[in-house]
Nanobody
Framework: QLQLVESGGGLVQPGGSLRLSCTGSESTLNYYAMGWFRQAPGKEREGVSCISGRDNFTLYADSVKGRFTISRDNAKKMGYLQMNSLKPEDTGVYYC???????????????????WGQGTQVTVSS
């Protein structure tokens, strides 16, 4: 069954950058929409960005527009989240998740995403 693994998290100063990676275990990932979610300390999980499997349609939370860029490389079975101009409020555990087109798309709630990575910690602090 499809599995996802995130990497690239770490500690960065405000204004800095990080790139998160999501590696799929199977090429079937290419048919799934791939989303990034995060959960800050004491807060609920929220959607950050998403990219479709069909036409590379992208979606961003208002809080990250202009700063984050989502992409994918289907040949490598990987997805990425480039995070620039990071702010302390970006701190949290970031998760990669995927949803099959038969189930939904990037507009679905996070609970509908059926495949999840283990999460990677991002800390933005001076």
């Amino acid at each position: 069954q499809l599995q996802l693994v995130e990497s690239g998290g770490g500690l960065v100063q405000p204004g800095g950058s990080l790139r998160l990676s999501c590696t799929g275990s199977e090429s079937t990932l290419n048919y799934y929409a791939m989303g990034w979610f995060r959960q800050a300390p004491g807060k609920e999980r929220e959607g950050v960005s998403c990219i479709s499997g069909r036409d590379n349609f992208t979606l961003y939370a208002d809080s990250v527009k202009g700063r984050f860029t989502i992409s994918r490389d289907n040949a490598k079975k990987m997805g990425y989240l480039q995070m620039n101009s990071l702010k302390p409020e970006d701190t949290g555990v970031y998760y990669c998740a995927a949803i099959h087109p038969a189930v939904g798309n990037c507009y679905n709630n996070y609970e509908d995403f059926g495949v999840w990575g283990q999460g990677t910690q991002v800390t933005v602090s001076s």
